[in-house]
């Protein structure tokens, strides 16, 4: 079965720049998808297909996807991005998620 | 505005059953695909079922495939998962969550309801 594999902690400085791996087996080939979780919410979406923001998610989101490692990018961290961050997939009708990534912004 | 809600979840004992619902407005639901997700307690998320707007695609984890089964009601806007020969480790918040795009999968999940908590134990 396909594996997402995600660092379990990223810091990031207050307005620097985080950016959060998710690796996988030729990854290129599939569209990944990015949810942000808030401690008690639910996930929302905030990459779909490797680069595209959903309506009201800031252009400081932004997606990449390259060979075996697909990374999320924050620019300009803000207190409210701390977050866990997942990515996702989907692989033979069935979706993976990465394991997730907890941003702290320091 | 897009709006799940899940409801039926509670504390059941091994072995036993329950049914989720998830009531969906603000969008025809009939021509989006719908997915349940859970996730452990303090862990992450796992994809546990996906049907296509129509209903007659179906698909399911490994972990819950011929234990659980999905549906929808479309004339009813609602969406459920029923849950037979419950384990511990089914244990978990199950969100609902609709495809983001109605032209087909993989666009992503968007939005996810509030969940609803599932507890297995005797």
């Known amino acids: 079965s396909y594996e997402l594999t995600q660092p379990l902690s990223v810091s990031v400085a207050l307005g620097q720049t985080a950016r959060i791996p998710c690796g996988g087996n030729?990854?290129?080939?599939?569209?990944v998808h990015w949810y942000q979780q808030k401690p008690g919410q639910a996930p929302v979406l905030v990459i779909y297909r490797d680069t595209n923001r959903p309506s009201g998610i800031p252009e400081r989101f932004s997606g990449s996807n390259s060979g075996n490692t697909a990374i999320l990018t924050i620019s300009r961290a803000q207190a409210g991005d701390e977050a866990d961050y997942y990515c996702?997939?989907?692989?033979?009708?069935?979706?993976?998620f990465g394991g997730g990534t907890k941003l702290t912004v320091l | 505005e897009v709006q799940l809600l899940e409801s039926g979840g509670g504390l059941v004992q091994p072995g036993g059953s329950l049914r989720l619902s998830c009531a969906a407005s603000?969008?025809?639901?009939?021509?989006?695909?719908m997915n349940w997700v859970r996730q452990t307690p303090g862990k992450g998320l796992e994809w546990v079922s996906a049907i296509s707007g129509g209903g007659i695609y179906t698909d399911y984890a490994d972990s819950v495939k011929g234990r659980f089964t999905i549906s929808r009601d479309n004339s009813k806007n609602t969406l459920y998962l029923q849950m037979n020969s419950l384990r511990a480790e089914d244990t978990a918040v199950y969100y609902c969550a609709k495809d983001l795009d109605a032209a087909g999968p993989d666009w992503g999940f968007d939005p996810w309801g509030q969940g609803t908590l599932v507890t297995v134990s005797s």
């Open positions: 030729n990854i290129e080939s599939k569209n």
């Open positions: 603000g969008f025809t639901f009939s021509t989006y695909a």
């Open positions: 996702h997939v989907w692989d033979s009708s069935t979706a993976v």
